[in-house]
């Protein structure tokens, strides 16, 4: 039945596409964006905090970009690896890994991507490419 499927969408011009990573299916024509996540990670007081591992999580991205990871610095910053995705869905998390040798133990926060400002740094090629984006995600973490 697959098959028959692709043949018939294949004489109609479309194709098929399964990113094996996310198990997402994908029909040619499917608009994508590149973007990177950066941002700021504080306590309360707006102090910065070292250590926190920011992952993704519900991404639909493509497998070959990996996926939205990093690390705060000792200023508090991050920035992600730019990827490939359909859209600019799905949530970052941000955890203390490191216990109190931060500074403190803070509470793992959920970010919705969608909720974010982005900035839109190049234009896409007018087709099914809708151009590069930079969001920034400034996080302020809750103590436990």
Aim: glycine letters at 14%; one cysteine or more.
């Amino acid at each position: 039945m697959r098959r028959l499927l692709y043949l018939l969408l294949g004489a109609l011009g479309f194709t098929a596409c399964n990113d094996n990573n996310n198990g997402m299916m994908c029909e040619y024509g499917t608009s994508t964006v590149q973007f990177t996540v950066k941002g700021r990670v504080t306590d309360a007081d707006g102090k910065p905090i070292k250590g926190i591992v920011i992952s993704s999580k519900e991404v639909n991205y493509f497998s070959e970009n990996g996926g939205l990871e990093a690390v705060t610095g000792e200023d508090g910053q991050f920035a992600t690896q730019r990827v490939k995705a359909i859209g600019i869905h799905g949530k970052l998390l941000f955890t203390d890994i490191d216990g109190a040798e931060n500074g403190g133990e803070f509470e793992t926060q959920t970010v919705e991507l969608h909720t974010l400002p982005e900035t839109k740094i190049a234009e896409g090629d007018g087709g099914w490419d809708m151009g590069e984006y930079e969001v920034t995600a400034n996080v302020k973490l809750k103590a436990k």
